[in-house]
């Protein structure tokens, strides 16, 4: 009578036992089973790694966007604080005073849909020297670009020097006797101002 093998192994927590009397084939038969437990536990592990990843890029990436916002915030704070600062070293109206006067005029609706919600710079550079000119005050370009900021549709103080010297001078009154170009709405650009506001153009 041939011999019989018997062999008891374990393979992770699974212990298992092949008997036959070919020593060859309970070699062969183990080396599957092992092949295939294992094979298994790396595909059930490699989702959980690849989930784990994921949360991991995903809560980088989330710390990444709220520092890029808070960088984003200060940058807008520190511009406001600084035109606020060259607006009381030129004599010029502080923009927050400037914004604080738009968004309280009666008709702060037309002009939110009229100007300021409109891709035009024009009349929103023109509104903003429109507010100052009612408090008898001018304004330099970085107040202009602080107060658009502030309204949700900035235009950067080279855009506003750019734009006024294209097509705005016609409407406004300049004192360039400073460092600092300094401007006032004149009689033409009030009524343009009141035309755009209508929803009308100029």
Same mark, same amino acid.
């Given at each position: ?9 374990? *393979? ?7 008997? !036959?009397?070919? &020593? ?15 094979? $298994? /536990? ?10 784990? /990843?994921? #949360?991991?890029? %995903?809560? @980088?990436?989330? $710390? ?9 915030? &200060? ?6 604080? !600084? ?13 927050? =005073?400037?914004?604080?006067? *738009?968004? &309280? ?7 939110? @849909? ?5 891709? !035009? =710079? ?11 000119? #009612? ?6 370009? !970085? ?11 900035? +235009? ?7 734009? +006024?010297? =294209?097509?705005?001078? =016609? ?5 360039? %006797? ?8 004149? #009689?033409?650009? /009030? ?12």
């Amino acid at each position: 009578m041939a011999d019989v093998y018997r062999v008891r192994s374990r *393979i992770g927590n699974i212990e298992i036992e092949v008997e !036959s009397s070919s &020593k060859r084939f309970i070699d062969r038969k183990l080396a599957a089973l092992r092949a295939e437990i294992e094979g $298994k /536990a790396t595909t059930t592990a490699a989702p959980k790694k690849a989930a784990k /990843a994921a #949360k991991k890029a %995903g809560r @980088k990436a989330s $710390k990444k966007k709220a520092a890029k916002k808070k960088t984003a915030k &200060k940058a807008a704070a520190t511009s406001a604080a !600084s035109a606020g600062a060259s607006a009381a070293s030129n004599g010029t109206m502080a923009p927050s =005073q400037l914004v604080s006067a *738009i968004k &309280k005029d009666a008709r702060w609706g037309q002009i939110k @849909k009229n100007i300021i919600d409109k891709s !035009s =710079q024009l009349p929103r550079i023109l509104l903003c020297y429109y507010f100052a000119g #009612k408090a008898g005050q001018s304004l330099a370009a !970085s107040d202009v670009e602080a107060a658009t900021a502030a309204l949700g549709s900035r +235009i950067a103080a080279t855009n506003v020097a750019k734009v +006024i010297r =294209q097509r705005g001078k =016609q409407y406004l009154v300049g004192d360039t %006797g400073g460092a600092v170009n300094i401007h006032s709405i004149g #009689k033409r650009g /009030a009524s343009a101002v009141d035309t755009l506001i209508a929803g009308d153009r100029i």
